[in-house]
Structures are given as structure tokens and as C-alpha cells.
């Protein structure tokens, strides 16, 4: 852990980890290494750079606990979303809360093939529980998509709970704010999306999917490339989707995306998610001591098995603007949106950016009109 920690070497004021995680010193090392080779020309180099995807999906299996067969790389989470998307026929249940990738993803799918039904739900607090879901099934429900940690509260959703309420149903989810830094019942779900561009920090590109058994037999491989067979490259002829999660692909990976997720994961595996687990919501513990001690309020559960890297915080109307510039003024990184501010720390957010987060908070306090 100390070895991974070192590996933040980013200057201090960070805390948007949730919209984009600078790139590891095992990534940045890598790209560099790869694009030499494949500047060689020579077969062998470029044959060693494409080994990448084999480890890149493997190691993605190892984090998951599956089967690296069951996983196919994508160029981001929405591309692999709308591999399961436009793949479902009848009743979607989706929150209209959700990221665009789901809600998007979700309507250009039904008004395209017209064999998928919306079921928007509309949470209260735009949390996905057991409660909202069972309340929201149908007989026509054959789906529920959902982000596992959501973009705006950063409330973390139970899995094997979700499972239990929809029983035989289709789950989906939308993994990008959980993937590599919490642990989950992968395998109550169906079909899992991620990108490593947060916080697993390979950047851009480094997209995954994994479909498991059910998603095999339910989900039609509608967007299916001639990458997406099995064999050989399909010229003269136009062969069947390959019926394992090779379907849901429709070209070839980009090696050197699939070498930074490679780059990226190695220490993830080696140090545990179970471990970054911990040391992330000590992180996100400090960030609610403090607001609390300046009085701002947080909507994020308190709970640390619901959340993961997200805390957000709620001022009053009349204070959004002012809290953001005071976060600014202290150069601070963080989301402003919609009256919302998102902090998002990582596990290596050192001591002087939480220092610098008080100190933001401390002047924000100071200058507040009640």
C-alpha cells in the first residue's frame, strides 16, 4: 500500500477523481515503452504490444473474480452499455437520475428498434434502493440498469440486494465510479461497464465489459462487428456472432489503450481492492469531518458501505456560488453542478490537500451572511 500510495505524485489540490483520474507513473512509463516498440515496425514488438489486450482483460477478470473470457474491451462504458442496451427486448426499468450513458443509451435504443420499453423511474432523492426498484417492477420488466455508485451523491448501491428484488431479471451496470477502488458482488449482476479513465487512472480508452451467462443467452449482439466472430478475419464470408461476450465487440482493441488498463490494474491487483476499499473511505470520512465543521451539508450516506469516492455537498442556494469560488480561490479541483458540489478524493489525497480543502471551507464559513 505505502509503494501505491507514492504513486500519487500529483500536486496537492486534486478532488475530482470522479471526473478524471491523472495518469499513474505505471501508465505514463508504459505509453512511452509501447509507442517505441511500435515505432520498431518489427513484427515481435508489435505482437508484444498486443499481448496487452490479453493481460488487460485478465486482469479485469482478476478484479472481478470472473472469467476473462466473459470480457471484452471497449472503447469507453457507454460503448459497452450500448452493446447490452440495444441488445434487450421489453420492459428497461432506468432512473431518469441516472448518468446519460443509461438514460441516453436507454431511449435512442427503444426509439431505434422499438423492442425496448423505458420504465423511468423517479427516486426521490435520485438514489436507486431495493425500495424504489420493487416499487417500480412491472410484469413487463425484463431489465434494470443502474450505476453502482452514483455521478451526483455518490450513494453506492447494493447489488446482491438489487438481485434479490428483481430475481431472474436482466441487471446492467454501469460500473465507472466503483470499478478498482470498492468491492462488489459482481456476479449478481449480469452485464458490468467500466472505464479505467477515473480511478483506476489509465486514462481514456480503456473501456470493459463483461457479460455473464444470462446476458449471453437474453441479450442480442445487435451492434456485433466483424470483430466480434470467432476465427479469423471473416473475408468472403459473413459468419454468425461468436456466442460467448466476443460478440459484443466491433472492431479491434486499441493495444495501446489496453496497455495502459494493463499498466494500471498490476498494482491494483497486488495491493487489493479490499485494502483501497478502506484506505478511500477513511479519505472520504475526512472530507464529511470537515464540512460538517463548517456547517455544510452533505447528501452523500454517512455509511461507508454506501459510498465509495464521492462526497457531495449541498449548500443553500445563496451559498453554491461563493463555496465554489472559495474552493477555486484555494486552487482546489472539484465538479461544480446544478447547485451541487462533487469532492471526489482518491486513496493517495495527502494531508496538505485536505489542509487546503479546511482552509477553503474556513473562509467560505467566515464570509457566509445567515
Not at 152 to 170: K, N, S
Not at 302 to 318: C, D, N, S, W
Request: aromatic fraction near 6%; glycine fraction near 8%; charge should be negative.
Amino acid at each position: 500500500m505505502e509503494t501505491f500510495l507514492d504513486s500519487f505524485d500529483g500536486e496537492p489540490g486534486y478532488l475530482d477523481w470522479a471526473a478524471f483520474g491523472p495518469l499513474a507513473p505505471a501508465v505514463r512509463s508504459e505509453v512511452n515503452a509501447d509507442t517505441e516498440l511500435l515505432g520498431s515496425g518489427r513484427p515481435t514488438s508489435i505482437g508484444l504490444v498486443a499481448d496487452n489486450v490479453r493481460e488487460a482483460r485478465e486482469l479485469v477478470a482478476q478484479v472481478m473474480d470472473v472469467e476473462s473470457d466473459q470480457v471484452v474491451l471497449q472503447p469507453s462504458t457507454t460503448y459497452g452499455l450500448m452493446q447490452a442496451l440495444y441488445g434487450v427486448a421489453g420492459g428497461l426499468l432506468v432512473s431518469r437520475a441516472e448518468y446519460p450513458s443509461l438514460t441516453v443509451g436507454a431511449t435512442r435504443a427503444a426509439d431505434a428498434l422499438g423492442s425496448l420499453q423505458v420504465q423511468w423511474m423517479e427516486p426521490a432523492d435520485g438514489m436507486v434502493t431495493p425500495d424504489v426498484v420493487r416499487d417500480a417492477l412491472t410484469d413487463d420488466t425484463r431489465a434494470l440498469a443502474v450505476s453502482l455508485v452514483d455521478f451526483r451523491t455518490g450513494y453506492r448501491a447494493d447489488l446482491t440486494a438489487l438481485r434479490e428484488v428483481i430475481g431472474d431479471r436482466l441487471l446492467i451496470v454501469d460500473a465507472i465510479q466503483a470499478f478498482g477502488v470498492i468491492e462488489a458482488d459482481w456476479t449478481a449482476a449480469d452485464v458490468v461497464c467500466g472505464n479505467g479513465y477515473k480511478w483506476v487512472r489509465a486514462g481514456r480508452g480503456t473501456g470493459f465489459a463483461w457479460f455473464g451467462e444470462r446476458a449471453l443467452e437474453r441479450i442480442a449482439p445487435v451492434l456485433s462487428g466483424f470483430a466480434g466472430v470467432d476465427g479469423d478475419l471473416p473475408v468472403d464470408v459473413v459468419p454468425q456472432p461468436s456466442s460467448s461476450a466476443h460478440a459484443f465487440t466491433v472492431s479491434k482493441p486499441d493495444a495501446l489503450a489496453a496497455a495502459r488498463l494493463a499498466a494500471a490494474l498490476r498494482p491494483i491487483v497486488e495491493v487489493g481492492v479490499a485494502e483501497i476499499e478502506d484506505e478511500l473511505a477513511a479519505r472520504t470520512g475526512d472530507v464529511i469531518h470537515i464540512a460538517d465543521r463548517y456547517e455544510v451539508p452533505v447528501i452523500t450516506p454517512r455509511e461507508a458501505a454506501q459510498r465509495a469516492g464521492i462526497v457531495t455537498l449541498a449548500p443553500a442556494p445563496q451559498d453554491a456560488a461563493p463555496l465554489a469560488a472559495s474552493l477555486a480561490n484555494h486552487g482546489l479541483a472539484v465538479t461544480v453542478r446544478s447547485g451541487l458540489v462533487r469532492v471526489a478524493p482518491h486513496v493517495g489525497t495527502g494531508a496538505s490537500t485536505l489542509r487546503l480543502f479546511g482552509d477553503a471551507l474556513a473562509a467560505f464559513a467566515s464570509a457566509r451572511v445567515w
